[in-house]
């Protein structure tokens, strides 16, 4: 009977997602259509009523399936700024959809993996969550320790049955396909749905969560400015997440901080991106503005390690010589035969070596020269709607091969955030500090800090 009710489950989510993406198709062929007998202003009118009908018949699908397909969608809103407008915008509301888990579901989790009720396993536990989303919600608790002090905690509940709703999800790899291709004409779907399928199966293991977390803990203790909470081991499992909790503020209210405090929180992201990317090889695949707790002068606490990018030496020897290719000995031949190599180009492309620089190279732009870049969400935009331009000649011969996908979603991802933040810097001269191909001198009075820690960590 069980096997029964989920086939029917999985059939009813499956069929949606299909029935979805042929209202896309065939809602897309339809315009293209009218279009043909349409003026230039007509033309430009059925595009914009196409995109909003396409977002808000996506963003009304997904948020109604708790899965892999909500949280694709969830990825695509904060990110994906050269999406069409109207789907960014209805994407985005997916991040605040996800309901909370009834308490009663949550004192349910908790009793099954620990064989005791929440009574018994904290001093006090806040029924309401402090967060919520596509796979688990978070709560606010006070433990007691073995010396008999209270500790505040954070703790993560998975949600009942999401496991297997995101494994039917992820099975239907061909739709998946269908929805990414729609924002992404210029890319292969199936490298990224391949590479996306992997993450998020790891991400509903919290215990593996709970060994990423750690990592990053042990390798930032005694940091200046990075932070990360300490895992409660005794209470944690594959569907509870407990951690120590932290209180500062949040990336909305630091918008509203002086310019300096915000120059200093996105150089202290910046470095954490770039420190954790090419000294530990390492970073988290879903960067997202709630991930990040401030407390003034740079100081930051990362959050959510669930989604993890572990690259291999010889991937991170691929990214260091585009870079300098491209950005240190301003090679671009080189830099074409690099990526030719890596899969992203097409070899033998009938496009010139200059174009190719400029479609992918553009990427490297923050950070071409020493000077002061001030981030906008119109530059970060401008950045990402360059790299997914489907209108760019070079767009039919690239592609993001699999070990790329994650690594442009964390630089895309990190883009995006300080463009919200409205920071500056020059990033230049900081990438030049955490490069391994460069290893300059500390150029700011956070970058000495620095310096000064890893004068006590020899092995990082």
């Not at 062929?29 to 009218?34: E, N």
């Not at 606490?301 to 669930?306: E, N, Q, S, V």
Request: aromatic share 10%; with cysteine; proline share 4%.
């Amino acid at each position: 009977m069980a096997t029964a009710v989920r086939f029917r489950t999985a059939w009813r989510r499956n069929s949606r997602l299909a029935r979805l993406g042929a209202r896309v198709g065939l809602g897309h062929a339809g315009t293209s259509a009218r279009k043909l007998f349409a003026g230039a202003e007509r033309r430009e009118r059925l595009s914009r009523e196409r995109e909003l009908k396409t977002a808000q018949q996506v963003a009304a699908e997904l948020g109604n399936m708790k899965g892999a397909l909500m949280k694709l969608g969830q990825m695509a809103s904060y990110l994906d700024d050269g999406l069409p407008e109207p789907m960014r915008m209805a994407l985005a509301q997916l991040q605040s959809q996800a309901p909370p888990m009834s308490i009663d579901l949550v004192r349910g989790v908790i009793r099954e993996e620990f064989g005791r009720g929440v009574d018994e396993l904290f001093v006090e536990f806040d029924d309401e969550p402090i967060a919520a989303a596509s796979i688990g919600q978070v709560h606010r608790a006070i433990m007691r320790c073995t010396d008999g002090s209270e500790r505040a905690v954070a703790v993560k509940v998975q949600y009942p049955g999401v496991a297997e709703a995101i494994d039917a999800d992820l099975r239907t790899a061909d739709l998946l396909g269908t929805l990414l291709a729609f924002g992404f004409k210029s890319l292969n779907p199936e490298e990224m749905v391949a590479e996306i399928k992997d993450r998020l199966r790891e991400e509903l293991d919290y215990s593996r969560e709970a060994d990423n977390q750690r990592l990053f803990a042990d390798f930032y203790r005694g940091h200046p400015f990075v932070r990360v909470p300490e895992v409660v081991d005794e209470l944690s499992t594959r569907r509870v997440l407990t951690s120590e909790l932290v209180v500062g503020s949040t990336f909305a209210e630091v918008c509203g901080w002086s310019q300096e405090q915000r120059d200093m929180a996105g150089e202290a992201i910046f470095r954490f991106v770039f420190r954790s990317l090419y000294r530990f090889r390492a970073f988290n695949g879903d960067p997202h503005p709630g991930n990040y707790i401030f407390h003034g002068d740079g100081k930051v606490t990362f959050l959510d390690f669930g989604l993890i990018k572990h690259f291999t030496p010889d991937e991170m020897l691929m990214f260091q010589s585009m870079v300098k290719a491209a950005v240190l000995d301003g090679d671009m031949a080189e830099y074409r035969r690099i990526i030719e190599d890596a899969g992203m180009l097409q070899k033998d492309a009938p496009v010139s070596t200059e174009d190719a620089g400029d479609y992918f190279a553009h990427f490297y732009e923050p950070v071409r020269e020493s000077r002061r870049v001030d981030w906008t969400t119109e530059y970060a935009t401008s950045i990402v709607r360059h790299m997914f331009d489907r209108t760019s000649s070079i767009a039919q011969y690239a592609t993001i091969p699999r070990s790329f996908v994650f690594i442009q979603r964390i630089n895309l991802g990190l883009y995006a955030i300080l463009g919200q933040l409205g920071c500056g810097g020059n990033f230049r001269r900081i990438s030049e500090e955490l490069w391994p191909m460069t290893s300059g001198p500390p150029s700011t009075p956070m970058g000495e800090l620095e310096v000064a820690w890893l004068a006590g960590r020899p092995q990082v």
